[in-house]
């Protein structure tokens, strides 16, 4: 782990490449989740920063999945995306999954939109359906905000009690006819499915969704001062609940599927920015 002064500089140069190549502060951050990379075909003016090129970023682990930021306007509002983000199961250190959160708020970026892929552990959460994340379990997942505090970017204890700006998720969605659920995420650390006995335990905890991304990055996010989106595209039924097997083909296939509602989704998000200014 880093000492603090070293990771802050570290921050620093990354955003300050970022900025270097960015004619302005973008208005909103998205990170795209499995299978919903079709988003960065909404950008205009776009122009891609290769991971590769900014100082002290991750590297990808996906081959041929080499991952950039892709940058430019959506509706006239600006927009940086995430194609590609960093999970824990690749064996990033939670440092370096949130890295790039932390750089983002550095830049001036104050509201992300996390999307995700999930399984439902909610019975009528069916496969091809959004939910937005009103709240999550977290405690599977090892803290981004373990060590010294970044004091520069949020409080040693911060409070959890709404991480998630989900009404603004429902007003929109409901606003373009885009069914929506809302429930909790429970992070699982992966790459494994959960096991059956696992989701009857999520079940009884009060989870409707179960995947393995967006909670370090919202809890960072969030510490950070963010305002913080959560959509989950539900994949499949969580473990058990069919009689069939998961399948990390059927994940990718159903989130492509329904991406065309979640585009209209964050389009609508997108552009309720815009008229907000
Ligand atoms: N479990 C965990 N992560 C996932 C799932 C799941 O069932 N579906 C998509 N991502």
């Given at each position: 782990m880093l000492q603090n002064e070293?990771?802050?500089?570290?921050?620093?140069?990354?955003?300050?490449?970022?900025?270097s190549q960015l004619g302005c502060i973008p208005d909103i951050c998205i990170t795209l989740g499995s299978g919903l990379s079709s988003l960065a075909d909404l950008v205009e003016f776009r122009?891609?920063?290769?991971?590769?090129?900014?100082?002290?970023?991750?590297?990808?682990?996906?081959?041929?999945?080499?991952?950039?930021?892709?940058?430019?306007?959506?509706?006239?509002?600006?927009?940086?995306?995430?194609?590609?983000?960093?999970?824990?199961?690749?064996?990033?250190?939670?440092?370096?999954?949130?890295?790039?959160?932390?750089?983002?708020?550095?830049?001036g970026i104050k509201t992300?939109?996390?999307?995700?892929?999930?399984?439902?552990?909610?019975?009528?959460?069916?496969?091809?359906?959004?939910?937005?994340i009103t709240d999550h379990i977290g405690m599977f997942c090892e803290s981004p905000l373990r060590g010294l505090n970044l004091d520069k970017f949020g409080p040693r204890f911060p409070d959890q009690s709404s991480v998630y700006d989900w009404e603004e998720v429902v007003n929109n969605a409901n606003k373009t006819d885009v069914k929506i659920h809302k429930g909790v995420y429970c992070y699982a650390k992966g790459p494994m499915y959960e096991t059956p006995?696992?989701?009857?335990?999520?079940?009884?905890?009060?989870?409707?969704?179960?995947?393995m991304s967006t909670v370090p990055e919202a809890i960072t996010a969030s510490h950070c001062g963010m305002k913080v989106m959560g959509i989950s595209t539900i994949t499949n039924f969580a473990?058990?609940?069919?009689?069939?097997?998961?399948?990390?083909?059927?994940?990718i296939e159903v989130g492509v599927k329904a991406s065309e509602s979640l585009k209209k989704l964050v389009l609508s998000i997108i552009e309720s920015k815009g008229k907000n200014r």
């Open positions: 070293e990771l802050i500089n570290k921050i620093s140069y990354a955003s300050k490449y970022i900025d122009k891609e920063i290769k991971y590769d090129r900014i100082p002290g970023f991750p590297k990808t682990t996906v081959e041929g999945h080499e991952g950039a930021l892709i940058t430019g306007r959506i509706k006239d509002v600006s927009v940086l995306m995430m194609k590609g983000r960093f999970h824990y199961y690749e064996g990033h250190s939670i440092e370096d999954v949130v890295f790039p959160i932390r750089v983002f708020a550095e830049s992300i939109i996390l999307t995700n892929a999930a399984g439902g552990v909610n019975r009528n959460y069916a496969p091809g359906e959004l939910m937005a006995a696992e989701i009857r335990m999520l079940a009884a905890l009060g989870a409707d969704a179960v995947g473990a058990g609940i069919l009689d069939t097997p998961l399948s990390h083909k059927e994940v």
